[in-house]
């Protein structure tokens, strides 16, 4: 599905990596550079307490759930309005290759149990997936079986089934999906057919349920982030312009006009990293990789300010991480939890503005999805390990 070379490549350079380090440094760095993510960043504001659902008071345990029916990684998790979390697509390992799934299922928290449901239309992995007004999965993109994929569909929680809908004017993976304060979904970035960052963005209407074109970003990338700010835009942030080429540029979708401007660049460099709006409207980035890939990881942080359109450098990690484009969420206490990419799980503290190590993984998963439950808790669901292969182990942050 992926380029073998570079597959080939990755492996060749890890086995002696992981050989020298595994027992001085539990952090495995392997990857296949062209490896997708599932980019779409699902931004949570912190609940409103009432009586009828309190805060969840976290203890910091970490608890296996249910495995899924399929192990999968770069695969997408989405709460739906009754609770149940829908769990689509991925790949499965076979040999050196990385195979598309079309499977899905559901899990349901008041059971710990995950249950089959109808496939996807199409395989996809590292494809986008956005929860409408309507309550309805928009998934669009990703890989498919041996190339990138334009097709998108729609999933319906009341028939637990997809159907298509029109595609994607041009297949793209690695790129972003953004709910925008109007129901629609823009499309921004990600890889081309032609293997070349796509600069066109679309968005998507439920009304008509089809796709048009929106502006043009000033540089085309792909594993990037893309996060809704409080006005209304939405800052796009880093990323790779293909040729080993990561950015530390950034810049800001209007969908009033559906322009793209540039704006204040970051400190680093980064792609593969994540990004979460926070509560007083900054934006917070963390970890990713430069154009070493998996031997530049960073522990570095940074936090970007939309009133003076600026980014500052913010407090490190406990330890490097990449790959967590779907591993972050808002807890409902306001704080960050930061579970892929790395054994250990941190908090970022919004008080204090400074990480701690939390609860810890048996091993490192890459691409894991994190889920905030309708109950406070977190699930974490599936990723790969330093080996490519995916795995159906969940859990349960409390």
Same mark, same amino acid.
């Given at each position: 599905m992926m380029h073998a070379l570079d597959r080939l490549i990755t492996v060749l350079l890890v086995v002696p990596l992981l050989t020298a380090c595994t027992f001085g440094q539990q952090r495995a760095r392997s990857d296949l550079s062209t490896s997708p993510s599932s980019p779409t960043l699902r931004s949570s504001t912190p609940s409103t307490p009432t009586t009828e659902t309190p805060l969840h008071r976290y203890?910091?345990?970490?608890?296996?759930?249910?495995s899924m029916h399929v192990p999968r990684a770069t695969h997408s998790a989405t709460l $739906?309005?009754? &609770?149940? =979390?829908? *769990?689509? !697509? /991925?790949?499965?390992?076979?040999? %050196?290759?990385?195979?598309?799934?079309?499977?899905?299922?559901?899990?349901?928290?008041?059971?710990?149990?995950?249950?089959i449901v109808s496939p996807m239309i199409e395989p996809r992995s590292?494809?986008?997936?956005?929860?409408?007004?309507?309550g309805e999965v928009l998934l669009v993109g990703g890989w498919g079986p041996g190339q990138r994929t334009a097709g998108a569909e729609l999933y319906n929680p009341e028939t637990r089934s997809f159907r298509a809908i029109r595609s994607l004017a041009a297949p793209r993976a690695?790129?972003?999906?953004?709910? $925008?304060?109007? &129901?629609? =979904?823009? *499309?921004? !970035? /990600?890889?081309?057919?032609?293997? %070349?960052?796509?600069?066109?963005?679309?968005?998507?209407?439920?009304?008509?349920?089809?796709?048009?074109?929106?502006?043009?970003?000033?540089?085309?990338?792909?594993?990037?982030?893309?996060?809704?700010?409080?006005?209304?835009?939405?800052l796009v942030a880093g990323g790779s312009a293909g040729n080993d080429q990561v950015l530390a540029s950034a810049e800001i979708y209007d969908p009033k006009t559906g322009t793209f401007t540039a704006t204040g660049s970051m400190h680093e460099v980064r792609y593969k990293h994540a990004a979460i709006a926070l509560a007083t409207g900054h934006v917070l980035l963390i970890g990713g990789s430069?154009?070493?890939?998996?031997?530049?990881?960073y522990t570095s942080t940074e936090a970007y300010d939309p009133a003076s359109q600026t980014f500052r450098q913010a407090a490190p990690l406990s330890d490097e991480r990449f790959k967590l484009s779907d591993g972050v969420v808002i807890l409902n206490d306001g704080n960050v939890l930061v579970g892929s990419g790395n054994a250990q799980i941190e908090i970022y503290n919004t008080s204090n503005e400074q990480f701690q190590p939390s609860a810890r993984l048996d091993i490192t998963y890459y691409y894991t999805v994190l889920t905030l439950l309708k109950d406070g808790r977190v699930l974490l669901t599936g990723g790969y390990d330093s080996a490519i292969q995916p795995t159906a182990k969940a859990w349960i942050y409390s």
């Open positions: 203890s910091n345990a970490l608890s296996a759930a249910s $739906l309005p009754d &609770g149940r =979390v829908l *769990i689509a !697509g /991925g790949f499965r390992s076979e040999g %050196t290759r990385e195979i598309a799934i079309a499977d899905a299922e559901l899990y349901d928290s008041a059971t710990n149990t995950f249950q590292g494809h986008t997936a956005t929860l409408l007004p309507s690695s790129m972003t999906a953004t709910l $925008l304060a109007n &129901g629609q =979904v823009v *499309i921004i !970035g /990600g890889d081309s057919a032609r293997n %070349t960052p796509q600069l066109v963005a679309e968005v998507y209407d439920p009304d008509t349920q089809t796709f048009s074109t929106s502006g043009s970003l000033t540089t085309g990338r792909s594993a990037h982030t893309a996060t809704l700010l409080q006005d209304g835009t939405v430069n154009q070493n890939d998996w031997t530049g990881t």
